[in-house]
Every structure is written in structure tokens, then in C-alpha cells.
């Protein structure tokens, strides 16, 4: 079945330092991925997506590349910020639907 | 526009007590999801609708849980009778369906069973 492996937390890093979740995945087919992200008290929100090898998702700084020769999908930024401070997942959808398989989440925590 | 809407936030019930979640999705989204999430674990799906069908419910326990979504709209679970084991984060969200490539999220509502 399809299922997601992420990197456990929580990951601690001071402001401006260089992020990286490490995501990867079991799947068959060619599924699509996607990070999410949960600030505090808030409900889930979808951070990035790419839908086919070699594709790279992007938004706010962040990046992940689909590579599916290591089925790999880890999320980067350059320099964090404390509003960054959140809960992470890596998730995964079956090509041709959208059904996410959630990773069990990474927390990271920013400070200044 | 509204998000997807869930309530209550919270809940606290005793154990062997029946309870209820409701959610409303976002307009003219055709599936709407109900997702469980334990502490410290990512959601994990237990009933998907394509309108008011369930498509998915392999994962509801169905000794216990149920759920409807009448008119293809609003959506209610029920766990009936609850265990202090069912304490969690029940997340609702929805999607435009065949031509979805994203799925909106609720607040989810945490149940604490005592």
C-alpha cells in the first residue's frame, strides 16, 4: 500500500539557519506529493505540491523536488523565520485522485 | 470565502457517551473527507464522499462510528458509544472532486473522552 516516511521531530533551529524535512514514500503508480502545514490552534493547510517526476513545489521560501529515483520528496528552505514555527506533513496522493496517505509530521520550532 | 467549517472545537465527554461532530464544506465541493489524528500522528482517513455517497469507508469502525452526509452537503460522525481510546483530532475536509488537486481542512475538532 501507499505510505509515507518523514523525518521525526522536533527540529530545533535558530533563525535564518537552513530547513530540511526529509520525506520519502512507497507508492505504486505515479503518485502525486505535497507538504502540508499546521500552524498552532489552526486546521491543516497545503504548503506545496508537484505532480510528476522532477517537478519542484514552491511557496513562501519553501521547496521540495519529486525525485522519484530515491522516492524522495524533502522540503527545504534557505533561512527559516520563528513564523515558520509549525508542524510539517509529507503526503502523498494516487495519481488520477486525490485520496492524501499522510506522513506522521515533523515539528519544528524556530527560535529567535 | 468560507473554509471549511467544524464544529464544536472541542469536546469532552465520559466514556460509553455518544457524540457527535458536524462539518460544512466549502461550496461546490463535491467530496468532503473525514480524517482522524491522533497525537503526535498524521491524519489518517476513516470516510470519503463523492456527494452524498460513501466511496471510501474501509477504515470507519463501523461497530462504533458512523456518518451521513444528506443532500451532498453537510456531514455529520457519530461514535456511539465512545472510548477513552477515541480521544483524538477529527478533521473534516473537502475538495472539487474528479478535477481536485487540492483538499481544504477544517480546525478539527478535539475530543477528549474521560
Known amino acids: 500500500g501507499n505510505s509515507v516516511t518523514q523525518m521525526e521531530g522536533p527540529v530545533t533551529l535558530s533563525e535564518e539557519a537552513f530547513l530540511t524535512i526529509n520525506c520519502t514514500y512507497t507508492?505504486?503508480?505515479?503518485?502525486?506529493l505535497f507538504w502540508y502545514v499546521q500552524y498552532p490552534g489552526e486546521g491543516l493547510q497545503l504548503l506545496l505540491k508537484a505532480t510528476k517526476a522532477d517537478d519542484k513545489g514552491s511557496n513562501k521560501g519553501f521547496e521540495a523536488t519529486y525525485r522519484k529515483e530515491t522516492t524522495s520528496f524533502h522540503l527545504e528552505k534557505g533561512s527559516v523565520q520563528v513564523s515558520d514555527s509549525a508542524v510539517y506533513f509529507c503526503a502523498l496522493s494516487p495519481g488520477g485522485s486525490y485520496i492524501p496517505t499522510f506522513g506522521r509530521g515533523t515539528s519544528l520550532i524556530v527560535h529567535p | 470565502e468560507a473554509g471549511v467549517v467544524q464544529s464544536p472545537r472541542y469536546k469532552i465527554i465520559e466514556k460509553k457517551q455518544p457524540v457527535a461532530f458536524w462539518c460544512n464544506p466549502i461550496s461546490g465541493h463535491n467530496t468532503l473527507y473525514w480524517y482522524l489524528q491522533n497525537l503526535g500522528q498524521g491524519p489518517e482517513l476513516l470516510i470519503r464522499y463523492e456527494n452524498e455517497e460513501a466511496v471510501d469507508d474501509s477504515q470507519l469502525p463501523k461497530d462504533r462510528f458512523s456518518a451521513e452526509r444528506l443532500k451532498g452537503v453537510d456531514s455529520t460522525l457519530k461514535i456511539q458509544p465512545a472510548e477513552l481510546g477515541d480521544s483524538a483530532v477529527y478533521l473534516c475536509a473537502s475538495s472539487l472532486g474528479d478535477s481536485a488537486t487540492e483538499a481544504f481542512f477544517g480546525q478539527g475538532t478535539r475530543l477528549t473522552v474521560v
Open positions: 507508492a505504486t503508480g505515479y503518485p502525486s
